[in-house]
């Protein structure tokens, strides 16, 4: 095989695991990935605001549903969050509220690879082999299935 083919087969494979490890958070339904997120929201300092008049109602059904808008009054940023489905309501944070959200966000990232991480590597029991990768790591690493 030539050296394209086998790089198009790694390059293949690899896009092939990255795609694995991102279905998995896929197996959470729309709904629960949602709930968690508005968790986090009020965890971070969001106010949930319902839309419990037709007027505020109206003015949901306006907004892009689950996505953080942002709005200046004066010196003072607001944030904004729509959930016309879930909550029917809008979460409301400051600056810091969104800070706090925005770190929680990326500390739980870090935590999702490094879990991802580890999965990869403990799991004894996988028979390389079987996908065509026997005799150890190859190429630069060592040779084997270059």
């Not at 694995?20 to 997120?37: F, M, P, Y």
Request: hydrophobic residues 40%; aromatic residues 14%.
């Amino acid at each position: 095989m030539g050296h394209r083919k086998r790089f198009r087969h790694l390059y293949t494979g690899g896009i092939l695991l990255i795609a694995a490890a991102g279905s998995l958070s896929a197996c959470e339904s729309v709904h629960d990935q949602i709930v968690d997120k508005e968790n986090s929201l009020a965890a971070a300092g969001f106010v949930a605001r319902p839309a419990n008049t037709p007027e505020r109602q109206e003015m949901l059904q306006k907004l892009p549903a689950n996505r953080f808008l942002q709005k200046s009054f004066g010196d003072h940023m607001l944030y904004v969050y729509s959930d016309p489905k879930v909550c029917n309501c809008l979460y409301v944070g400051n600056q810091a509220a969104y800070g706090r959200y925005m770190s929680y966000v990326q500390a739980q990232n870090l935590a999702d690879q490094q879990q991802m991480t580890a999965d990869m590597y403990q799991d004894a029991s996988w028979n390389w082999g079987m996908w065509g990768w026997g005799g150890g790591w190859g190429g630069p690493w060592g040779g084997g299935w270059w």
